[in-house]
Structure formats: C-alpha cells, structure tokens
C-alpha cells in the first residue's frame, strides 16, 4: 500500500490516487517505481514522463503498473503524496529542536530555510515536475505540497511571533507570513529557472536567504 497524507482537502486526490490492487511486493515495487520517476523527473515533465520506460528501468511490465495504477496522473498523485508524508517525520522533529527556548531569532530562521531548501534540493525533479504540471480539469494537483507549506506556515508564525515584540500583533503575523512566502518564493523561482547568482545547491543560498529574512522581520 501507498502511504498517503489523508487531510480533507486531499482525500479525493489521495483516493484516487492510490492502487487499485494490492500485491506481495507491491511496496517494494512502488518504492522501486518512485525511485525511477523521480530519476527521470530531473530532465523531464510528467508529460514527457514515458510508463514504459519507468518500468523498464525496475523490470516491470506496464500491465503490472496498471494493475496498480489505472493512470500515469494517478502515479504521479500519488508519488507526490508519498513524497510529502515522507516530509512529516523529519519535520516533526525539527519542530522540536525550534520548541527550545533558547534558539534566537536568528536561529530559527537559520534552521527553517535551511530545512525547506534541503527538502527542495532532495525533491528538485519531483518539485518542478509538480510546477510544471497543469493536468486537465483538476484544481487540487498542487494540494499536497500546498497543504505541507500550511503546517510550514502556522509553524513559522507560532515559533517567531514572540521574537517579535517590537510589532503589534496583527504586523507580527503578516510579516511572518510573507517572510514564509519570500522564502518559497525564492525556492521556487531558483528551481525553475536558475537565474543566478546563487544556485539552490549553492550553500549560500541557504545563508543569504536566512540573512535577508532575518532583517526583514527585525525591521
């Protein structure tokens, strides 16, 4: 079985997503399968995407992959599904290293950016494939990803608002939120264009970003 995020707005997607069938080694074939697609992810579209050449990369023949899933757009929910609830634990316990009192403002940020970017670094293929993607009537494709920046969201403002004191309460919360937006923003940028001069693997990527943030919540 696939493990999927089973939030509100996404149990339609995640329903759908998942395969049809279960198999003896249907969790070692996916995991084989999601680690071929998101190969062939970093120079390709899902569009591009081609199921036989995914399964001939792990053995598998295509009328197994579609016994599994009954479509490339369902692999590719529910890769972007696992992709996501992978991300839960590791954010967890990042959560807690930021419930330490004694982290500085300057602190948080340092670790939140760099956590995000890392996770951009890992997903990079995967990430712009999910950009890139406007599948025909569905609104929801990016709903997973969206709903991990949420929890990333209301973690932020709960970590940094009291860091903030010198904000009246209302200020402190918009200029968390768009500090949080900044951040994805240049994330997201980076990965689909490379602009320079700082490439998101690029080590200063992660401090200039932390830098820029920093100041502009102290302002």
């Not at 951009?120 to 995967?126: E, I, K, Q, T, V």
């Not at 209302?170 to 500090?179: D, E, S, V």
């Given at each position: 079985m696939i493990i999927i995020i089973m939030t509100s707005s996404a149990k339609a997607s995640a329903t759908h997503a998942a395969p049809r069938?279960?198999?003896p080694r249907s969790i070692?074939?996916?995991?084989?399968?999601?680690a071929a697609a998101r190969e062939l992810l970093k120079e390709k579209s899902v569009q591009e995407?081609?199921?036989?050449?995914?399964?001939?990369?792990?053995?598998?023949?295509?009328?197994?992959?579609?016994s599994s899933f009954?479509?490339?757009?369902?692999?590719?929910?529910?890769?972007?599904?696992s992709a996501c609830e992978a991300r839960v634990p590791e954010f967890d316990e990042l959560r807690k290293e930021l419930d330490n009192a004694s982290l500085s403002l300057d602190d948080i940020c340092e670790r939140f950016v760099r956590y995000v970017v890392?996770?951009?670094?890992?997903?990079?293929?995967?990430?712009?494939a999910s950009l890139l993607h406007k599948p025909a009537n569905?609104?929801?494709?990016?709903?997973?990803?969206?709903?991990?920046g949420t929890r990333y969201k209301e973690t932020l403002v709960r970590?940094?608002?009291?860091?903030?004191?010198?904000?009246?309460?209302?200020?402190?919360?918009?200029?968390?939120?768009?500090?949080?937006?900044?951040?994805?923003?240049?994330?997201?940028?980076?990965?689909?264009?490379?602009?320079?001069?700082l490439?998101?693997?690029d080590e200063a990527f992660i401090v200039q970003t932390s830098l820029m943030v920093i100041a502009y919540l102290q302002a």
């Open positions: 069938r279960r198999h070692a074939t996916v995991q084989a399968l999601n995407l081609s199921i036989v050449d995914l399964c001939s990369r792990i053995g598998m023949s295509t009328g197994a992959f579609y009954e479509s490339k757009e369902a692999f590719f929910e529910a890769l972007q599904c890392n996770h951009a670094r890992r997903d990079h293929g995967l990430l712009r569905r609104e929801d494709h990016w709903q997973p990803f969206r709903e991990l970590k940094l608002a009291p860091h903030l004191q010198h904000l009246p309460a209302r200020a402190r919360n918009l200029r968390i939120r768009f500090a949080n937006q900044v951040i994805f923003s240049l994330i997201i940028h980076a990965v689909l264009n490379r602009p320079g001069p490439a998101l693997e």
